[in-house]
Antibody, heavy 117, light 107 residues
Framework: EVQLVQSGAQVKKPGESLRISCKAS????????ITWVRQMPGKGLEWMGR????????NYSPSFQGHVTISADKSISTAYLQWNSLQASDTAMYFC???????????WGQGSLVTVS | DIQMTQSPSTLSASVGDRVTITCRAS??????LAWYQQKPGKAPKLLIH???ILESGVPSRFSGGGSGTEFTLTISSLQPDDFATYYC?????????FGQGTKVEIK
């Protein structure tokens, strides 16, 4: 069974750093990209970027390029989303998803709530 | 950047109604269009990919159509479990822009 399990809720202060994780199981991790999606409180879905775990190549939305870093460790089937300096506007739910080049984002994690205050 | 525009933003309907949501892309995306359903507090669920291919386990009352820049999601007979927010998404090798969402509410 394909599963993506994300790290738990975090409360941080502005200026702090943070890395959240997304652990995959039930499939060959290197075979599918991982997407990260932001959902601010009461708002819609925003595509942040994707990583190919086989070689760690990434694509970012221009809206997020330079503010977050997406990485992956294929030895432990885990993808990461990282901030070096959080802002209050980063308060949101963050989802990871398995990306299939043909069938889009077919499996999703449960979400990680990040609160910056 | 490809922009995706959904309409309407909110849709009020009754159980049994036929409802259609429209999604427009700012440039041609061929059939690289997915539809998701999201309920409050939950992760999105993939319903349709490549504009019209229904995911396994998704009820046949859902259907998708279109190509190029205009796409539709139709629910043939709205059921109580279908009240949710729906998002379209274009996906290509470099990006995956979502529409702003359509909330389907009980009339």
């Amino acid at each position: 069974e394909v599963q993506l399990v994300q790290s738990g809720a975090q409360v941080k202060k502005p200026g702090e750093s943070l890395r959240i994780s997304c652990k995959a199981s039930g499939y060959r991790f290197s075979t599918y990209w991982i997407t990260w999606v932001r959902q601010m409180p009461g708002k819609g879905l925003e595509w942040m970027g994707r990583i190919d775990p086989s070689d760690s190549s990434t694509n970012y939305s221009p809206s997020f390029q330079g503010h977050v870093t997406i990485s992956a460790d294929k030895s432990i089937s885990t993808a990461y989303l990282q901030w070096n300096s959080l802002q209050a506007s980063d308060t949101a739910m963050y989802f990871c998803a398995r990306h299939n080049l043909i069938s889009a984002d077919d499996y999703w994690g449960q979400g990680s709530l990040v609160t910056v205050s | 950047d490809i922009q995706m525009t959904q309409s309407p933003s909110t849709l009020s309907a009754s159980v049994g109604d036929r409802v259609t949501i429209t999604c427009r892309a700012s440039q041609s995306i061929s059939s690289w269009l997915a539809w998701y359903q999201q309920k409050p507090g939950k992760a999105p669920k993939l319903l349709i990919h490549k504009a019209s291919i229904l995911e396994s386990g998704v009820p046949s009352r859902f259907s998708g159509g279109g190509s190029g820049t205009e796409f539709t999601l139709t629910i043939s007979s709205l059921q109580p479990d279908d009240f949710a927010t729906y998002y379209c998404q274009q996906y290509d090798y470099y990006s995956g822009t979502f529409g702003q969402g359509t909330k389907v509410e009980i009339k």
